[in-house]
């Protein structure tokens, strides 16, 4: 028989054993990972890929550097979690702030030429 332990719970002992304190510092530090390897892929992606060498070194790095972003989007999430028990215990003002961001962007796309 397995017990089955939630997310929320998950994070909650967490803040529990760590404090508030740490879990922020902990999702600093995982955002300026994440920030430094987007860097490394924004700066590799304006390489002159016509150029053979340039070429075979994108691909290098992206391969290696794919698995390490996906990575640190894991952490910085899991951290988000642990900011969103901190901060918004019943996750009410999560939604209702992610349901207004959301339908904007819906509408700035709508309105874009772009997709017109």
Avoid at 2 to 9: D, G, Y
Avoid at 17 to 27: H, L, P, T
Wanted: include cysteine; charge should be positive; proline fraction near 2%.
């Amino acid at each position: 028989m397995s017990l089955k332990i939630t997310n929320r719970e998950i994070h909650e002992k967490a803040i529990a054993k760590y404090g508030q304190r740490i879990q922020r510092e902990i999702a600093i530090e995982e955002m300026s990972e994440l920030t430094q390897i987007l860097c490394k892929i924004e700066r590799i992606t304006h390489l002159d890929t016509s150029i053979p060498t340039n070429q075979l070194h994108y691909f290098a790095v992206m391969k290696e550097l794919k698995p390490k972003l996906i990575s640190e989007i894991v952490d910085v999430s899991l951290m988000m979690e642990s900011l969103r028990v901190i901060y918004d215990s019943d996750g009410k003002l999560y939604k209702e702030q992610k349901d207004k961001k959301l339908l904007r962007l819906c509408k700035r796309i709508d309105n874009s030429k772009e997709f017109n």
